[in-house]
């Protein structure tokens, strides 16, 4: 959020997008991490923590990064405070490693 322009009737700001840095190449590192994620989901399912169904068909199209890690926090039971901290990391690769850290405690737990 970049300004806020009035409060009254209702709150109406100036925002600016942020982009996720390129990705050019899908590294061994980054595969792994997509996978280990995609794994502690469905671990976390068969244990019956309440997802939606589609989720793990919907993820295991996703390629992108990113995209991943945004879909996955955005659907787990976390706190927004958690969700936030975990959205606001602008390198997805970080993003990744962090989800796949939080889902590890979460699994855990």
Not at 9 to 22: A, G, R, S, T
Not at 81 to 98: F, G
Request: glycine share 2%.
């Amino acid at each position: 959020m970049k300004d806020v322009l009035q409060s009254k009737p209702f709150l109406q700001v100036k925002v600016e997008n942020i982009k996720d840095p390129f990705i050019t190449e899908i590294t061994l590192e980054i595969e792994a991490l997509m996978r280990n994620i995609r794994e502690q989901l469905e671990r976390i399912i068969s244990y019956g923590k309440l997802l939606s169904p589609d989720l793990m068909f919907i993820l295991e199209s996703v390629d992108d990064p990113g995209r991943l890690a945004d879909l996955v926090a955005s659907n787990l039971d976390l706190t927004v405070e958690k969700a936030q901290e975990i959205l606001d990391i602008l390198d997805p690769v970080q993003r990744l490693k962090a989800l796949s850290e939080l889902l590890g405690k979460k699994f855990r737990s």
